[in-house]
């Protein structure tokens, strides 16, 4: 007889949703965790702390604010790492509360240590004194997220070159920086250093940035952080970053070399998988340390799920935990609908992004026709009263059946809004709802019956031609 109905290891967002499912079906969960990382990642170094330093930087830089009390307001003129970094850490406190409360009041087993197979239902845990304690379980979910991926031909010191997870760590708010790459994580940084007074500088090796969203959107981004005083480098490669005294030089193939008080590399991510012998239980991972898996979650061990970041593509904390919750009815044999398509994706850049369904590229790829409708901030009270006025809501109809096809939106509260129209989108909804409705006045939400009244009046036009 196993020791528990379920076994998960690590606690980040994918894991502890997976235990506190299983466990309120009555099955006894538990979970492996290291003493110090109960939360896993996102609380640690990703999700939580990154989007809680951006709320500070917004608030103490006044950045936001500068559209209506002029470009020189700031609420502190000298904003130190210190001022920073003490509403991470409350965030984080509470946050890893809040998990061991949760996980204590379901009746989860929380084993500190580090976990590796013996075999496909029995794992070993390590604890910090390096006494093993071996746990076997009927089911198995690994949920171990994954670390920053470092080029081995760099030398991180974690002060001078740095990766995403130990740039929350910098002792000082550097004057000068680079940033490799121009994924999510990288620009998310780059518009708080940005923000922050930093002289930023961004190298990618592709030519653009964000290919998944919106070519619009990414336009309005690229424009405010040059505004920001951001320098972009598309289609350059790194060919060397030098460490010195005063700094870091980086050298980039083409020959260019960028001066800089620090180097903070965003070039992806890696499973971590590698200490925990997967082949063992008769699995194994890719290059990228990640494990395949089917619909359910399950690896090519039926009893062995795996979860969240460690599984690759989308790799967010809001996927990852309904992943976990997924693959734990599955286990229990509880029915469980699939996980929806239709996926909101947000980016805590400054201003934020965040978008649900397709993009213009995509419909035009894939000849569907669409009309645009778009509310900008600046025509709405809201956005005069906060001081956006550049934010934009953009929803994409299909004039066949007036549905929505796509809502795209930047600026202030965006990852909050998008989930109108995804509430709309996936109950099948049609533009005239949104144009029917009422909408609290005065509020951002309204862009969204200014962007359907747009689309219809445009589509109105085109049956007016016809008649």
Do not use: W
């Not at 934020?352 to 025509?379: K, N």
């Amino acid at each position: 007889m196993p020791e528990f109905d379920m076994l998960v290891i690590g606690s980040g967002p994918g894991g502890q949703k997976a235990a506190i499912a299983a466990a309120k079906l009555g099955r006894r969960v538990a979970v492996v965790e290291r003493p110090d990382r109960v939360g896993g990642v996102s609380i640690h170094t990703g999700t939580i702390p990154s989007k809680t330093l951006r709320e500070a930087v917004l608030y103490l830089t006044g950045l936001t604010q500068r559209d209506l009390y002029g470009q020189s307001y700031r609420l502190k003129d000298e904003i130190t790492v210190a001022d920073l970094t003490a509403r991470t850490q409350h965030v984080v406190g509470r946050e890893v509360d809040v998990i061991r409360s949760q996980l204590s009041r379901n009746q989860v087993a929380l084993v500190a240590g580090t976990g590796r197979f013996v075999d496909d239902h029995t794992v070993s845990v390590c604890d910090v004194t390096g006494q093993e304690r071996l746990l076997t379980a009927q089911n198995i979910v690994i949920a171990t997220g994954t670390r920053p991926a470092r080029p081995d031909l760099v030398e991180f010191d974690e002060q001078t070159i740095l990766d995403s997870d130990n740039v929350i760590n910098l002792e000082r708010v550097p004057r000068s920086m680079v940033i490799v790459g121009a994924g999510v994580i990288g620009l998310e940084y780059a518009s708080m250093f940005a923000a922050l007074g930093s002289k930023v500088t961004v190298v990618e090796q592709r030519a653009r940035m964000l290919e998944f969203c919106d070519m619009e959107v990414v336009e309005a981004l690229k424009y405010h952080l040059r505004d920001l005083a951001v320098t972009f480098r598309f289609g350059e490669k790194v060919a060397a970053v030098e460490r010195h005294p005063r700094g870091a030089l980086t050298v980039l193939e083409s020959g260019k070399k960028i001066p800089a008080d620090a180097v903070m590399y965003s070039a992806g991510r890696q499973g971590l998988t590698d200490a925990l012998d997967l082949g063992k239980a008769g699995l194994s991972a890719d290059a990228r340390g990640r494990i395949p898996v089917d619909e359910h979650f399950r690896t090519a061990v039926p009893h062995i799920y795996a979860v969240g970041d460690v599984i690759g593509f989308p790799a967010l904390a809001a996927t990852s935990m309904e992943q976990g919750r997924t693959a734990a009815y599955h286990a229990c044999g509880e029915p469980v609908n699939p996980m929806p398509e239709l996926q909101p994706i947000g980016i805590y850049t400054i201003p934020e992004i965040s978008y649900v369904g397709r993009t213009e590229d995509q419909l035009t790829e894939d000849c569907v026709p669409f009309e645009v409708g778009v509310a900008r901030y600046r025509e709405l009270a809201r956005g005069q009263i906060i001081g956006d006025a550049h934010g934009m809501l953009k929803l994409l109809v299909s004039p066949e059946d007036r549905r929505l096809l796509g809502v795209h939106c930047f600026g202030t509260g965006a990852t909050e809004l998008i989930h109108i129209g995804q509430a709309v989108m996936g109950c099948g909804g049609t533009v005239d709802y949104l144009v029917d409705a009422v909408f609290n006045y005065p509020t951002l939400a309204e862009s969204y019956k200014v962007a359907a009244l747009d689309a219809t009046n445009k589509i109105r036009q085109i049956d007016r031609m016809r008649d």
